[in-house]
């Protein structure tokens, strides 16, 4: 602390106060040291005053009231692995503010628009973490953010200027001829062509991993047209869903659905396994792509219908997708290309 000289006119008594606002100054730091909550000069400032020195809400106690709300919620609305990914972000943010700001947690009122910018930074710069990652990332953010302010401990959104970077992912499908021969391939080793079946069921069906896993004879419903539908629904989003059994998924359920008691209507093996196999036939077939249960989702989704002229609502709803949007953002690239060789024809006609 500074001290006037003696020497100046009235210093013994500016000294006084120098060291009694000093003093003051060092009890209002130690009353909130002794809270153990997170705080910075302003609180002291407000304590020296003798002003309200309620603690405002930081961004992990206002994250951890949130997950606390969620968790409750889990097996009813919410399935422990989304409760589980909050809490990883979480752990993200407290790194982050830990590093960047020296401190266990920072007050919610001091965030900003730069606060998320930085955020997005030290996710891809010191997490290593891909843009699809990060975007995800910020979306649970954004979530508790809305549960602060729903709950006024923040009056205001800092998310209202931040627009994610947009991520461009191409679709890796089969084509119809290589799902042909895919179909058609002799492999000659049962183990492989049962999951090569899964597999090609699943391209006319659209079934995600656990789905096809989890099929049994109660989903399997005869539809109002006569024709068989598989009733379900989504493990991700728990949405029902309709898919019309297409011939060649027909024809692989019947060869299976009587071998098992259990209510099964196709073989199992884990994932691991499963995808393992599908590199085996991909060699087999040579097929140049990293094939892997999913592709057999997003051949369903292009070769099978979008490439047949089924409309983007129809396709939306046989995979199960929460939003019309979602089958959009993944699948409008499709839908160009098959823009772009129909003009191509049209124009070969017109010249």
């Not at 799902?179 to 058609?184: F, R, T």
Request: glycine content about 4%.
């Amino acid at each position: 602390m500074q001290k006037v000289l003696d020497r100046e006119e009235n210093a013994e008594n500016i000294n006084t106060q120098l060291s009694l606002i000093k003093q003051k100054l060092g009890q209002a730091f130690l009353m909130l040291q002794v809270k153990d909550d997170s705080f910075d000069v302003d609180d002291v400032y407000k304590i020296y005053c003798g002003k309200d020195t309620k603690m405002e809400m930081g961004v992990i106690a206002a994250y951890q009231d949130h997950n606390n709300y969620y968790k409750k919620l889990i097996g009813k609305d919410l399935k422990v692995v989304s409760w589980q990914k909050f809490e990883n972000t979480k752990g993200h943010l407290q790194e982050f503010i830990k590093g960047k700001y020296k401190q266990k947690d920072l007050k919610l009122g001091k965030l900003k628009y730069q606060f998320i910018k930085d955020f997005e930074y030290y996710l891809r710069t010191e997490q290593n973490m891909q843009q699809s990652t990060i975007n995800k990332n910020l979306q649970r953010f954004k979530k508790m953010i809305n549960f602060a302010v729903a709950h006024e401990y923040l009056d205001r959104n800092p998310f209202l200027m931040h627009k994610p970077k947009p991520v461009k992912k191409e679709v890796v499908y089969l084509s119809k001829y290589e799902l042909y021969g895919l179909q058609k391939k002799e492999l000659g080793n049962r183990r492989l062509e049962e999951v090569r079946d899964c597999f090609v069921f699943c391209c006319y069906t659209g079934l995600a991993f656990k789905e096809m896993s989890n099929l049994r004879k109660e989903h399997i419903i005869k539809g109002s047209d006569g024709k068989n539908w598989i009733k379900l629904k989504r493990q991700k989003t728990g949405k029902s869903i309709s898919v019309p059994l297409l011939p060649v998924a027909q024809e692989i359920l019947d060869n299976y659905c009587d071998r098992f008691r259990d209510g099964r209507v196709l073989p199992t093996k884990t994932n691991a396994h499963f995808n393992a196999y599908l590199k085996e036939i991909a060699d087999l077939c040579e097929l140049k792509i990293n094939l892997t249960h999913h592709i057999a989702r997003k051949t369903f989704a292009t070769t099978v219908l979008l490439l047949n002229d089924v409309p983007m609502e129809v396709v939306s709803k046989l995979l199960g997708h929460s939003r019309i949007s979602i089958t959009q953002a993944h699948y409008g690239q499709i839908l160009e290309e098959k823009v772009q060789k129909e003009m191509a024809k049209l124009a070969d006609k017109l010249n």
